[in-house]
C-alpha cells in the first residue's frame, strides 16, 4: 500500500509488529489471513472507514501503527500534522485514484493530531475536500469545505471548493449561496461571478 514499505528495517518490522500488539492485535495468530490482508504492506486496497476520513485504530492497529512510525512525535502535534498534510499534497499531485486516497488518509491523520493551529487544520480539511472531489465524493467534499470554514470564515480556497461540489451535485440555490459568501469577501472573484450567473440562469 505505502511505497516505501519495502524499505522498512527488520527492527522497523518488529516495531511495527510490537505497536500492533499494543492496541490489540496478535499478528499471525489464528486469523493470520485476515490479519495479513489487514497490514499495510500486504493489503490490496485502501478501506472505506478510510477513504470516509477516519482510521479506526482498534480495527487497523498495523495500518495505524505504520503511520505512527512515519510522524509520530507525541509531543509535537503541529508538527506532525504539517507532515500528513505534505505528505498529503504529494500523493494528491499525482493524480491518480490511489493518490487521492492516500492523500485523504494523510490529511485525516493530520486532522486527528488535534493542533491548535486553526489555519492549518482549515488547510488540512480544505485539501481532503480536494482530494474527496477528485474522486467523487462530492457530499464529503462539501462537509469538508464547511469545515474549513468554520475554522477560517474567509478562506477563499473552501469557499471555492465548496461551490464546486455543490454544482457537481446539481444544487443551483446552493452554489448561489456559497458563490454570495466568497463575492461578500472579493466582489471581483470572476470564477464565482461565473459559477453563480450559470447557476442563477437555471432560475431565469
Known sequence: MFDDCD???HDECMQLIEKAKEMGLKPFGEDWR??????????????Q?????????????MLA???????????????NAQSYKEDGNTEYKKGTPEGFHKAIISYSEGLAQNSSNTLLNAQLYCNRAAAQFSIGNFRRATHDSEKALELEPTYMKAI???ALAQNKLG????????CDKGLAIDKQNKDL???KLKAAQVFL
Not at 478510510?50 to 492497529?61: A, L, S, Y
Not at 501503527?65 to 508538527?79: I, K, Q, S, T, W
Not at 444544487?171 to 456559497?178: K, P
Request: glycine share 6%; net charge negative; hydrophobic share 35%.
Open 171 to 178: 444544487n443551483r440555490s446552493s452554489v448561489i449561496e456559497w
Open 160 to 162: 471555492s471548493r465548496g
Open 65 to 79: 501503527a505504520h503511520l505512527d512510525m512515519m510522524y509520530g512525535d507525541d509531543e509535537d502535534l503541529e508538527g
Open 49 to 61: 472507514e478510510v477513504i470516509d476520513g477516519e482510521i479506526d485504530r482498534k480495527k487497523w492497529p
Open 193 to 195: 461571478i461565473n459559477m
Open 7 to 9: 524499505d522498512l528495517s
Open 34 to 47: 485476515k490479519e495479513m490482508d489487514m497490514h499495510p504492506l500486504f493489503m490490496d486496497k485502501i478501506p
